[in-house]
């Protein structure tokens, strides 16, 4: 549905360090034209990423906020849908989501935007809003305390998780230096597979068990994760499922091909590739627990459970 939310009560959360710092000279730049355009508008910077499910819960509480619009890469957005949701429902029902990527990844954007990323105050004129699934995952956070969080683009046990931390060692020092999402991507997920350690992993996708020594285990609500990387061709974002995509351990000629076909979609095609969909996921670990991921974030550990909330959020998408 086609909606003018320049005409609502605007709140934008920015991270000013997102895509190496590139965020806050995109911000700056069309920041005049948003105050000129958007009548009832307030904005803040991400005080940390700890902070900001709180700043938007602030926003909305306490501030009347109708419209998030995050700035910045999907950890932002991660954080922003947290401060969203309270016992898997919106705060309020009248909030629609903006996800605005201008970090290093920008995996979600991909999906929403196709390459197309109108102008923001545009956007908020003529975008079309669409009600998308949300994912729950309940786990074990690091400090051993059962937790749960949302997430909105995708997830994964594995390779894609050791990644996650490559990227996020020394402050994410490889971010600043290359400022590019694919090239940051693939030299991190190279340096994961040197030093990862395959255990075996049980999936249990709805009433179906696996059982293996896997690569990584990924979900998909969006199609992409990884800086570009296509794992989930034909992931909806408002179909009641999750794309599930898991890999066999492989060898380092086995390794190269999954990285030659990791971008354009066909990865799914490999012999040690496996697909699904399902409303209800379970990763256990045997052994050490796992760290994973939800949108590049790095909550908890294994055990992690995965449930789909239908439809649970409005999400604004480009108009035609």
Not at 45 to 73: F, H, K, N, W
Not at 152 to 163: K, M, P, Q, W, Y
Not at 280 to 293: A, M, Q, T, Y
Request: include cysteine; proline fraction near 4%.
């Amino acid at each position: 549905m086609q909606q003018d939310l320049s005409q609502k009560r605007v709140f934008a959360i920015i991270n000013p360090v997102a895509g190496g710092g590139r965020c806050r000279a995109i911000w700056e730049k069309m920041l005049p034209q948003l105050e000129a355009g958007l009548p009832d508008f307030f904005w803040q910077y991400t005080e940390s990423a700890e902070s900001a499910p709180l700043q938007v819960r602030r926003a909305i509480c306490e501030q009347g906020a109708q419209v998030i619009v995050v700035v910045g890469g999907d950890g932002c957005m991660h954080d922003a849908l947290n401060g969203l949701l309270e016992d898997d429902a919106l705060l309020r029902e009248d909030l629609v989501f903006v996800a605005y990527q201008a970090g290093s990844g920008c995996d979600l954007a991909r999906t929403i935007y196709e390459g197309k990323q109108p102008p923001l105050l545009q956007l908020l004129r003529e975008g079309v809003v669409q009600r998308v699934d949300i994912g729950r995952c309940d786990h074990i956070n690091h400090a051993g305390q059962p937790a749960h969080r949302y997430f909105l683009n995708a997830s994964d046990v594995g390779v894609g998780a050791e990644t996650c931390v490559m990227i996020n060692r020394k402050n994410g020092l490889l971010k600043r230096v290359l400022r590019n999402g694919k090239l940051v991507f693939g030299i991190a997920g190279f340096l994961a597979l040197l030093t990862m350690k395959y255990q075996k992993m049980h999936i249990y996708a709805d009433d179906r068990h696996y059982e293996g020594r896997y690569m990584l285990a990924a979900l998909g609500n969006g199609r992409y994760m990884g800086g570009a990387m296509l794992l989930f061709p034909d992931a909806q974002m408002d179909d009641g499922e999750m794309d599930l995509m898991f890999a066999e351990k492989m060898g380092w000629l086995e390794i190269c091909r999954f990285f030659l076909k990791v971008y354009d979609g066909s990865v799914v095609k490999l012999k040690k590739v496996h697909t699904e969909r399902c409303s209800h996921l379970r990763v256990e670990v045997e052994g050490k627990p796992l760290v994973f991921e939800l949108d590049g974030e790095l909550p908890g550990t294994s055990p992690a459970e995965f449930t789909i909330l239908p439809k649970a959020l409005p999400l604004l998408f480009p108009g035609a």
